[in-house]
């Protein structure tokens, strides 16, 4: 089961029935996040910087990894988002 929620700032949070370690590993690397999400470039580690091409003409996202404590705790600050 997933859910996820989100908060008046854009803050979300998402639940999701997996082993946090195949979690946590899905969300902070490049092959993981390219399997779920979009083509992805950059480093998903603590102070790394990822980002995102979606196609966009405008660019990529860009994120932020302000915290990644292994296994459980992932927190991204979006950089830019054309």
């Excluded at 993981?32 to 196609?55: I, K, Q, T, Y």
Aim: with cysteine.
């Amino acid at each position: 089961m997933t859910t996820t929620t989100m908060t008046a700032d854009d803050t979300s949070t998402i639940t999701i029935d997996a082993p946090s370690e195949a979690v946590f590993d899905a969300v902070t690397t490049v092959s993981g996040l390219a399997r779920w999400w979009n083509p992805v470039s950059g480093s998903g580690a603590e102070r790394g910087e990822l980002s995102f091409d979606m196609g966009w003409p405008e660019g990529a996202l860009v994120i932020h990894v302000r915290s990644a404590e292994r296994p459980r705790i992932v927190v991204w600050n979006v950089l830019a988002c054309p």
